[in-house]
């Protein structure tokens, strides 16, 4: 039976080399000499720290640009909250999200259900797996989702006949 499963994987690869490329221009911007402007990337959390609200929101800036370079999509970002670090230093934990959450995957199977194609949606873990008889019924399911699911960077894989 043909299926496909709807993953949420960002290229960390790519991620990281986006990271890399940030703080080496941060490091040569002129307006972040002398200041404690950095990035820096441990598993799937981006640190970015900065003298300031503005500093943190202008690095934030450069991120995003690099990762739109690598063709990464910005919506892999869950940012945190700017916290004080002490003095006049704050700092900002973003989260790269990995897999899709139970509510998320939730509401992917109950639109599916809802759709009146004949597939089927089944959650796998962080994975939602879509099963039919027909290659063009999971083709619709795929455009389905991408057309109602917006807040999230889905991308389908192992397509299987």
Known sequence: MPSFDTVLTADLVKLKN???????????????????????????????????????????DILRSKLAKASVDVRFLDLGKVEKIGGDKVKQVSKVRDGIGSDDAKKIAQLIKGSKLKVQASIQGDVVRVAGAKRDDLQSAMALIRAEIKDLPLSFSNFRD
């Not at 950095?38 to 640190?47: G, V």
């Open 18 to 60: 986006a990271v890399d490329n940030t703080a080496k221009e941060i490091g040569t911007r002129f307006d972040f000499k002398g200041t404690a402007a950095a990035i820096e990337i441990k598993d799937k959390d981006i640190t970015l720290t900065g003298d300031g609200d503005f500093q943190i929101d202008q690095i934030n």
